[in-house]
């Protein structure tokens, strides 16, 4: 076990017979020296008390979501901040429902629902409550959101059944909930680029040449990055999107003004060119407003590659790029292109031309082409964004170790 000294763990103990064991992974985390809060609901107090918690955490134990004391001390939203990690052991099929609904009645859910930190969940519940169609939906639906699910084992139960529903062991949750804290620390050494978004090239004052990127996975992929560690800035379009406060976020709106944005915040140590740049500028902008006429000739001129010249650019080169391709067709041909032509890492290629996977859906469905590796490709099958960049920045992570 390691050093976990200035981690900051925020657990909630919900109501069921698994919350002894909540009680030695506390104890685990303090023999290692990290700071521990915890939030009891109102029926895990019927199983533990809160000055065995606090007894053995050594932090403030936290039980009301009106508690004037509290709020005064630290309100609930100053505690969804403070904490790196929230770990909810044993979280019961009750709190799974209240997460995956947005319902916020109590201290628990609402600083759960307030936070932007990593959330790890270890159910606790009978072999039928876990199997049941509702559970497992609820359960989807909060993979999808970022969670992070550990366990349950198959064992024994309290109830007298046996099944697939045991929390799972306090060392193995610890040793999860470590490796990512440990990662974390590893990874705030490192710096990650991204670009994000559409790029609008002007006609004239009021019209300009886009495209119909949302920005959606961009955002997604800075926001898993920033979660692991990564000091991430984030290089946007023009988008509607909101972003966490402790990402650098840098506005832009032309291809010219993300190549440069780009170009100052080089070196990193890796870059993921998400944004669909606009290939093509006007010659020629118009300073004043094009008065509608029976014809017109627009000029057009290349845009400069940013991705090329990245992946080019050898004093300054990140560690690994990725390029991404957003097709309509051949798309394994014209990402294979790209890869060679653009000299990067990676190309993430997927097809725009679908409902389900286009530039305004919350989900995506995408190929990885890789350049020296052991395998040439890999897809990542149809699932939301969110996922989608959690299993991109896990393959990062990866190669990078």
Known sequence: MKNLANKKILFIICGGIAAYKSLELIRLFRKNKAEIRTILTKSAKKF????????????????????????????????????????????????ISKLATGNAEDLASTVILASNKQVYLAPAMNVRMWEHQSTQKNLKLLKSYGYKIIGPEIGDMACGEYGE????????????????????????????????????????PVRFITNKSSGKQGY?????????????????????????????LIQVETAEEMFKATQKNLPTDI????????????????????????????????????????????????????????????????????????????????????????????NNEVMI???????????LSLKKKSEISEEIVDRLVAQLN
């Open 271 to 362: 870059a993921l060119f998400a944004a669909a740049v606009g290939d093509f500028k006007v010659s020629l902008k118009q300073k004043e407003k094009i008065k509608k006429l029976d014809n017109f000739t627009l000029k057009l001129e290349k845009n400069v590659d940013i991705l090329s010249y990245v992946s080019n650019h050898n004093s300054m080169r990140p560690k690994i790029v990725v390029g991404f391709a957003a097709e309509t067709a051949n798309i394994e041909v014209n990402a294979v292109k790209k890869l060679k032509n653009k000299n990067c890492d990676w190309i993430i290629a997927n097809d725009v031309s679908k409902n389900e996977t286009g530039f305004n859906s919350e």
């Open 165 to 204: 529903g045991k929390m799972s062991e306090p060392l193995s949750i610890y040793n999860e909930i470590q490796n990512f804290l440990l990662e974390k620390i590893k990874n705030n050494k490192l710096k990650a680029l991204v670009t994000a978004g559409p790029t609008n090239e002007y006609i004239d």
């Open 369 to 379: 082409f890789y350049k020296n590796r052991n395998i040439e490709k890999e897809r």
């Open 48 to 95: 533990v008390t809160p000055l065995s918690v606090a007894s053995l955490s050594q932090g403030k134990v936290y039980e009301d979501l009106f508690s004037i004391e509290n709020e005064l001390e630290m309100d609930h939203i100053a505690l969804s901040r403070w904490a790196d990690v929230i770990i909810v052991a044993p979280v019961t099929a009750n709190t």
């Open 220 to 248: 997604e992929i800075a926001k898993s990055l920033h979660k692991r560690g990564f000091d991430t800035t984030l290089i946007s379009g023009p988008t509607s999107l909101k972003i966490h406060e402790e990402i650098k």
